[in-house]
T-cell receptor
Framework: LAKTTQPISMDSYEGQEVNITCSHN???????ITWYQQFPSQGPRFIIQ???TKVTNEVASLFIPADRKSSTLSLPRVSLSDTAVYYC????????????FGKGTSLLVT | DSGVTQTPKHLITATGQRVTLRCSPR?????VYWYQQSLDQGLQFLIQ???????AKGNILERFSAQQFPDLHSELNLSSLELGDSALYFC?????????????????FGQGTRLTVV
């Protein structure tokens, strides 16, 4: 399983764009990159998934450079309600293993 | 609302006791995943069931067991409880038999059961 590294915490102000970068240096050819969001005392919620280049949905964008050794989750114009923990997951595409989420990035928006 | 229902929401019990946590997956989802979240460990994968069969096993203790019934609901049984078992236990469901994070395997999490062992 690819190991991921992300900042423990980040602060932002309302209306700002927030970029959270995840490093996954040993990502395998078939690995996808997935981000989940978790609010306090709630279960995680799927945000976005990508394989390469850029993916955008109504919530966020995911930027993946050509070497795929990192990825950046971009949250446009954050609000107070975006305060949450954000998890980056990288899993072998054919793996039968569900993985541990790690500790994620705690984003505080004020 | 994710469509995944977990009961009970809160549980307080004494050391040495046994408890059962219940999870009803979203309609149509065949996979159920159990996760444990404690303050210092983050979200740890315990076990996955797919259509009644054990699919994958993670960091699940021998004192813990799970099963998935024909109606697809799942139960996580925790026995000989210790103080360190106090945590949030989440259940997630998916249509896929694959692991979370695999292509197109979006999982939906319940609100969790907060277990306090005293």
């Amino acid at each position: 399983l690819a190991k991921t590294t992300q900042p423990i915490s980040m602060d932002s102000y309302e209306g700002q764009e927030v970029n959270i970068t995840c490093s996954h240096n040993n990502i395998a050819t078939n690995d996808y990159i997935t981000w989940y969001q978790q609010f306090p005392s709630q279960g995680p919620r799927f945000i976005i998934q990508g394989y390469k280049t850029k993916v955008t949905n109504e919530v966020a964008s995911l930027f993946i450079p050509a070497d795929r050794k990192s990825s950046t989750l971009s949250l446009p114009r954050v609000s107070l309600s975006d305060t949450a923990v954000y998890y980056c997951l990288v899993v072998l595409s054919n793996s039968g293993y569900a993985l541990n989420f790690g500790k994620g990035t705690s984003l505080l928006v004020t | 609302d994710s469509g995944v229902t977990q009961t009970p929401k809160h549980l307080i019990t004494a050391t040495g006791q046994r408890v059962t946590l219940r999870c009803s997956p979203r309609s149509g989802d065949l996979s159920v995943y159990w996760y444990q979240q404690s303050l210092d460990q983050g979200l740890q994968f315990l076990i996955q069931y797919y259509n009644g069969e054990e699919r994958a096993k993670g960091n699940i203790l021998e004192r813990f067991s799970a099963q998935q019934f024909p109606d697809l609901h799942s139960e996580l049984n925790l026995s000989s409880l210790e103080l360190g078992d106090s945590a949030l236990y989440f259940c997630a469901s998916s249509v896929s038999y694959l692991a979370l994070g695999v292509e197109n395997t979006e999982a939906f999490f319940g609100q969790g059961t907060r277990l306090t062992v005293v």
